[in-house]
């Protein structure tokens, strides 16, 4: 089965009606790719959502998400670390989030659903950009 990691972006496509990601939700959901993302991304998510469309609709979006089968992943120490090595190797490149996003699909195995296009530059991960709408 294939594991993935979803970042933030992703979310915000979601939400917004991206078909494309709607499909992948649907896979998701049924089981058929298994998916990750990170307590961060719940709260970048949240906060986002919170400046553009007010705190109700960042709380419904967020209950959504952790009552769905997106497995959400804690930080610990062996995250930190190799999510500290990353951030020291691409300090220009990654932002502390996107550090230890890298982090955990590098330990994980996971391949990183994003829409940052800066993360193509890592290149000991495996990712899939997709452009925001």
Do not use: H, W
């Amino acid at each position: 089965m294939k594991s993935i990691f979803l970042d933030t972006g992703i979310f915000e496509l979601f939400f917004s009606g991206n078909q494309t990601i709607k499909k992948i939700f649907n896979q998701i959901k049924n089981e058929t790719i298994k998916a990750f993302t990170l307590e961060l991304n719940l709260c970048e998510n949240f906060y986002k959502t919170c400046e553009k469309l007010g705190k109700e609709t960042a709380q419904i979006r967020n209950i959504s998400l952790r009552n769905s089968k997106i497995k959400i992943l804690d930080i610990d120490d062996e995250l930190t670390i190799r999510s500290g090595i990353f951030k020291c190797k691409y300090p220009q490149i990654l932002s502390l989030v996107d550090a230890y996003i890298s982090g955990c699909a590098d330990l994980n195995n996971l391949v990183i659903y994003s829409t940052d296009p800066g993360l193509k530059d890592i290149k000991e991960v495996k990712n899939n950009i997709f452009p925001l709408e």
